[in-house]
């Protein structure tokens, strides 16, 4: 039996009744999904940025975050008067719960996180304290930022206490930008607590509003497994791109290899590429290193290996093109995707603008870049005539795997055009048959 304070019981009661108002502090790419899933749940919602300009875009109905369709969700309830964006701190009165999603970059040196905005944000909420709230952190941070940094920050600056006066938990996102929504709803999430009705409160939220299952632990173990996920995701892929490399060396056709071998039961290897892009994977990894000092560290240098990719990208295009008679700054190359992963208008960390800036390095200087989501180039051209230029190309990379590239045959590329397939989208044994010379990572 749990001993809960009156407050308790009815802040439990108002979040089980779905009457509990909830503020989304941060409302980027996981504040924005969550704030409107939770709308969907059938919860009031609203949500607080300290960027004034991304309210008045959000209140005008554009999203600022890469979300399918997220435009038309949003105008549903800033119509309807459901949900609305404010940079006024005095909105959090109003709240019975608070979310917060702000984001928590790598520093300077990249050995910890930069946790200005977190830090800030907490305050804020600090400040506006003034009954019992359940407050949940989202945003990824290294491991013992809960029980070190944040509840104590809270107290302090509050100067109330944990479980008697206000209520913490620590819960990471785990949606899939370009897919957020359906997977706030469906993911299976944890729950991170020092005190038994921070959790149980928690529970009661998410269990309405997940399809998946909601686990209880502390807050430590939830930030080690969030590092996990995304870490344990970056080293198979690291995995991957080195055994991609070693079949090279042995001519050997790695997606063969890669596939016969997926065929044991418990193995399962990742997919090689021209490197990890996003907001997440290029950086998690090295929070779950904070304060853990080794000189062998599986995880940093799996982190190395996927950082070397766009090079090696451009290490195969440069021995392609050795021994042709013309200067290399006299090709035209065509790069498919400049979005970080297939199908999304994501351009953060992409793979592309690294093989972008290396070819203008090593000398290329007519560079053009498709991609059939989103504009950005990093300093190439841009074309949105997918068919004409690839016929006029003497060099195509295909740096993400769209499905609008799916159907890519040998006829519509110029003959004897270089076709680097980095993701292994296009069908080899067609390429192989023309005259085109068809590489590939492994
Ligand atoms: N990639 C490969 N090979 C693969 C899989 C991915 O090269 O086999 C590349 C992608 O092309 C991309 C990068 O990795 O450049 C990252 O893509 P992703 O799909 O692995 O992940 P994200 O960054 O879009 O989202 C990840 C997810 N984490 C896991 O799958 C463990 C998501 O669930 C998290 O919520 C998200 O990070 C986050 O916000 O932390």
Not at 12 to 36: D, F, H, S, W, Y
Not at 198 to 224: F, N
Request: net charge neutral; charged share 20%; aromatic share 6%.
């Amino acid at each position: 039996m749990l001993s809960q304070s009156n407050e308790e019981v009815k802040l439990l009661e108002k979040i089980k009744r779905k009457e509990a108002n909830i503020m989304i502090l941060g409302l980027g790419q996981v504040g924005l999904p969550t704030a409107v899933a939770l709308l969907e749940c059938g919860y009031s919602v609203n949500g607080f940025d300290i960027d004034k300009s991304r309210v008045d875009q959000i209140n005008s109905g554009v999203s600022p975050i890469p979300e399918k369709n997220f435009n038309k969700i949003l105008a549903k309830y800033l119509n309807g008067k459901k949900f609305s964006a404010t940079n006024n701190p005095d909105s959090l009165l109003e709240a019975d719960v608070i979310i917060v999603c702000v984001a928590t970059p790598l520093n300077l040196s990249r050995t910890n996180a930069d946790l200005g905005m977190l830090g800030q944000a907490i305050m804020t909420v600090a400040y506006k304290l003034d009954r019992m709230k359940l407050i949940i952190i989202e945003s990824t941070i290294p491991p013992g930022t809960m029980k070190n940094y944040v509840i104590p920050k809270v107290e302090a600056t509050a100067n109330k206490k944990n479980g008697e006066h206000f209520l913490i938990s620590y819960c990471p996102e785990r949606i899939s930008p370009g897919n957020a929504i359906y997977e706030f709803l469906n993911n299976s999430r944890l729950i991170g607590a020092e005190d038994i009705i921070s959790s149980t409160a928690t529970l009661e939220l998410l269990s309405r509003v997940t399809s998946g299952r909601v686990y209880q632990t502390d807050t430590a173990t939830a930030e080690l497994c969030k590092l996990a996920e995304n870490s344990y995701r970056d080293v198979n892929i690291a995995f991957a791109n080195e055994l991609a490399m070693i079949c090279e060396n042995h001519k050997v056709d790695s997606a063969e290899v890669i596939k016969l071998a997926n065929t044991h039961p418990r193995v399962n290897i990742h997919s090689p590429g021209p490197g990890v892009g996003g907001p997440c994977l290029p950086k998690d990894p090295y929070l779950l290193l904070v304060n853990f000092m080794t000189q062998n560290s599986l995880i940093r240098t799996a982190r190395s290996i996927n950082d070397k990719m766009p090079e090696h990208v451009v290490d195969l295009i440069l021995s392609a093109v050795t021994g042709n008679d013309y200067p290399i700054s006299k090709l035209n190359v065509l790069i498919l995707g400049s979005s970080y992963k297939p199908n999304v208008n994501d351009t953060r960390n992409s793979p592309t603008e690294l093989i972008i800036q290396k070819l203008m390095e090593a000398g290329f200087t007519d560079i053009k870049v498709h991609d059939p989501y989103t504009n950005d180039t990093f300093g190439a051209q841009s074309t949105s005539d997918l068919y004409g230029t690839l016929s006029r190309s003497g060099c195509v990379i295909l740096a993400t795997a769209h499905s609008d590239y799916l159907n890519l045959r040998p006829e519509m590329f110029r003959k004897e055009a270089i076709v680097l397939d980095t993701v292994r989208l296009l069908k080899r044994k067609e390429f192989d048959s023309t005259g085109l010379r068809y590489i590939s990572i492994g």
